[in-house]
């Protein structure tokens, strides 16, 4: 038996840094102190590992092949989907679908569900927060079908005003969209109780996971939630790849979304019937390569484990917080109670711009500017953030670096 | 112009350390000939990614002036490099300018396309301006 307050492993940081190469590289003559998993995190040895024993032995053309390699590779591939399956705790494989990413998940059901169900009038409900990749998708499938954009606000701390989205959701909602995980703030919101909240109204729900799967452990089952995205190269995989989880209900009453081959079942110039899924959704030879390297990514945070991953992420985002409030006239953006993997700041007035140049000749690498957020940065009336993010590698010797990078970079700038 | 970059290169060759060119340059942010304001407009608006750049130019005695502004200040120093280049320059000077300094003193990377600073475009505007006023032959402002 397994008490639930047994202490969580502690990451072993000197085995988790040795398998990033990357990390022991020079930038403007300063050791790299990489802070940008949000926007991309590093790959281990064991991710390429994988793709390379794939390609060196393993691959062939899946699924049409009557030859024994084909048949490993489509195993491969098959297995890699599996995977994803297991990490986020799907039903079915047939309801994981193979994308290039979240931003093409996000395009793929605003697509496929908005020509199935948008009707004029119709209302997608999303918030103030979201990564453009989770309003530009919605805005075309929108104008096309006559259906409107309904934006729920969020409070200074970046929480998500429920009361006021849940004001929002009426007959006319067809899908309530949402981050799981803020890109540009780190907020983590509360997802169980939307999910719950649309449903009593019978409303499917999508949560963008791109942030959220590098960080938090992910069950969409017990979430009950309806879609879920996220992209393989923000958790230690391959960019290229990630996986749209979609109930199978949906996924059976939606559209193709690309055609092509694999995905057909017979064509004729007549009529053409589909393939089953997820085949239905994957039109053309997938990534097989970027499958299994997401299996491999999948592995090796299984091999850390989640929770011990979760709670590093938990010690460095509490340590940044805490130093970087000590520095005057620092103003962190986004303060929601509850938080994961990244923050946002401003150093007094100066332009983030200014901020990351400085910090780039120190070796520092984070992300200036709007985060792909500009309606978030819009609404906070400023032109972007400096944000610091988080992967498993690092550790409080690069906050400390960060820290008195921004302390130098505020006496340089004045 | 080739002396004035000559001169630019001789100075950021005294400096022993990235800090040293980094003050220097926020510091020349603070020279900046700065656009009037009536023109500090979306119409004069080069959109980088990051920080904003605004620039007018004019043509006075057969030479073009530039005036600018960002709202970030080593953007708003290397704008300064720039100008003090080009500034004062004959129309079709501008237009073929080959600003070698920049990568002579260790700044190319400002000018990298991938940097979303607006600079690169910048340079671009102030060369066609180089070309629009050659092709006008007379003294005016554009805009």
Known sequence: MTPATEPVRPVDLQAVRSQFPILGRKMNGQPLVFLDSAASSQKPVSVLEAMDQYYLTRHANVHRGVYQLSQEATEAFEQARRAVQGFINAASDREIIFTRGATEGINLVASSFGRQFFKPGDEIVLSRLEHHSNIVPWQLIAEQTGAKIRVAPINEAGELLLDEWEKLLNERTKMVTIAHVSNALGSIFPVEELIAKAHERDIPVLLDGAQAVPHLPVDVQALDVDFYVFSAHKMYGPTGIGALYGKEKWLDAMPPYHGGGEMISNVTFEKTTFNELPFKFEAGTPDMAGAVGLEAAILFMEGIGLDTIRQHDKTLLDYATEKLLSVPDLKIFGNARQKTGAVSFLMGNHHPYDVGALLDQQGIAVRTGHHCTQPLMDWYGIPGTVRASFGVYNNLEDIDRLVAGVERAARMLG | ?143
């Open chain 2, 1 to 143: 112009m080739n002396e004035i970059q000559e001169e630019i290169i001789d100075e950021f060759s005294l400096f022993g350390d990235w800090m040293e060119k980094y003050e220097y340059i926020i510091e020349l942010g603070k020279t900046l000939p700065l656009i009037d304001e009536q023109y500090k407009t979306d119409d004069h608006l080069i959109r980088g990614c990051q920080s904003r750049v605004w620039l007018h130019a004019g043509l006075k005695d057969g030479k073009v002036e530039f005036t600018a502004d960002s709202d970030a200040v080593i953007t708003k120093g290397l704008i300064a490099l720039m100008i003090r280049v080009l500034s004062g320059q004959k129309p079709e000077d501008v237009a073929k300018a080959d600003l070698y300094f920049i990568d002579r003193i260790g700044l190319k990377e400002h000018l990298s396309p991938t940097r979303s600073n607006g600079l690169l475009s910048m340079v671009k505007q102030m060369k066609l301006y180089g070309v629009a006023f050659a092709a006008r032959g007379e003294d005016s402002d554009i805009y």
